[in-house]
C-alpha cells in the first residue's frame, strides 16, 4: 500500500473529536501519533500540555546546517460526525470508494495536511531535508481554543516561512494559494428598557420598546441597497495588486458562485464584484436577533449579534471602535445597552514577495498548472499571528467543494492525497533557496 494512504488511515482511525462527545485520551493519541511520527524519522518531538487539548510539536533538521526554517501548521482535531445513520461507513473506519478516502478528518484537515509531515520525516530519514521544518499540530481549531496563539505569541524560534494545507483548490486540476484572508470585528449587543414586558395595550407608545431600540441601533450599521458599508468601516484596506487581481480571471464567475448556494444577488453587480467583496473589502451582517415572543408586549430585553468582516490592511480595533460608536450612539436615553467585542486581525501576503513566487513555481511543478492567488473571505486566525509575526505563510490545500467537510460522508481524493505530497516535495525544494 502506498505509505502516506497507510499513515493516513491510521490516523484517521482515531476519534479526535473537539467539539464535543469525543475523549480527552483520543485527542491525546491523536497528538500522540504526529510526534511518534517525527520521532522516528530522526526528529526532536513533544507533547505540549496546555490548559485545552495538546499541541504536538517537532523538529526535523535539514541536511546543511545553515538551511532556512520552515514551520508547517495542522490540526489533528475533527467535527463530531453528527447523525451517525447518515454515514454510509462507520465515520473512524477509513472506508476507499471510487478514488476516494472516506473518514471524519479526511479532508479537514488531517488527509489535507499529512502530505507536508510525511514527506519532511521521509526526507529526514534519508538525510536528504533541504530545509528544517518545525512541526506544530493543534487540536482546538474546530473548537476554537487559544491555545495555540498563546503558544506562537511566547514562540522566540520563528522561521523564514510557513506552510497551512488547510485550504482547497480553485477545481480539481488548478491549486490555489490563499495570499488574504479577512479579519473580523463583531459585536454581542443587550438592550434592556425595562424591569420585565408590559402589556402593549397598556403602556404601548408611552414606554422604550427594546425591539424598537435595536432595530434603530441595527439600521445605524447595516449596509444600503448595494451591500456596501458605511465608508468609515471600510477605511484601511489594502488595495490589490495587479498579478492578484489578474488570478481572478481563473477562478469561477461570481454569480455562479453566489448560484452555486442558492443565493440572491444583493445588488446587479454582486456577482461581477465577488471576488472584490468578498476578499478585499469589509462587509458587515446581522448574524442574529433574538427579542419577544408571540404575544402583544412591549419587550424590555433585545440581543442581537452583528459582524465587520475586515479586508487585509484594517485594524480590527480601529473598525471596532466606529462599530460600538455607531451602535451607541443610535441608541436613545433611557436605554441600557451593553455592547461585547470580539476582534480576530486580517492577514495579506504580497503575491510578488519571494516565498509566494517561490510557492507559486513550486505548485506549478507539482500539479502542471499554475495557481491562482485568490483572497479568502474568511479567517484562520493562526495565519493572522504569522503574518503580525513577519513570517511569510504559504496557505493552501487540495480540498474540494464536493469532500462534504463537516458533513456526513466526508471524504478525501486519492488525486488530491498525491498532489499534496508531489506539493510538499517541491515546496521545500524550492523554500530552500530563502
Sequence with gaps: ?????????????????????????????????????????????????????????GELRARKADAPTVLIYGHYDVQSPGDVEAWRSDPFEPEIRDGRVYARGASDDKGNFLPLLHVACALARENALPVNVRVVVEGEEESGGEAIAAWLADDEQGADAAIVFDSGMVDA???????????MAGAGIVVR?????????????????????????????VPGPDGVPREDLREGRAPVADAERASWSLLPAGDAVIAEVGGRPVAPDAGARYYERNGA????EINEIVVGEPRTIVPAVARASVSVRLAPGQSSQAIGAVLERQLRDAAPAGADVDVTMHYAEPALFGVEEPVMRLAGAALERA????????????SIPIVADL????????????????????????????ASLELGEKAARELYAALAQL
Excluded: K, Q
Design 1 to 57: 500500500m502506498n505509505p502516506l494512504l497507510d499513515e493516513l488511515l491510521g490516523w484517521l482511525r482515531i476519534p479526535s473529536i473537539s467539539t464535543g462527545g469525543g475523549s480527552d485520551a483520543d485527542l491525546r493519541r491523536a497528538a500522540a501519533w504526529v510526534c511518534e511520527r517525527v520521532d522516528t524519522a530522526g526528529g526532536d518531538a513533544r507533547l505540549l500540555m496546555t490548559a485545552g487539548n495538546p499541541i504536538a510539536y
Design 173 to 183: 486540476r488548478t491549486p490555489a494559494i490563499t495570499v488574504g484572508l479577512r479579519g
Design 193 to 221: 428598557t425595562g424591569e420585565r414586558d408590559l402589556h402593549s395595550g397598556m403602556y404601548g407608545g408611552s414606554v422604550l420598546n427594546a425591539a424598537h431600540v435595536l432595530h434603530g441601533m441595527l439600521a445605524a450599521v
Design 281 to 284: 473589502d469589509a462587509s458587515v
Design 367 to 378: 500539479c502542471g498548472v499554475a495557481p491562482a492567488f485568490v483572497r479568502s473571505g474568511g
Design 387 to 414: 503574518a503580525a509575526r513577519g513570517i511569510p505563510t504559504i496557505v493552501s490545500g487540495f480540498a474540494l467543494p464536493d469532500d462534504d467537510i463537516h458533513a456526513p460522508n466526508e471524504s478525501y481524493r486519492l
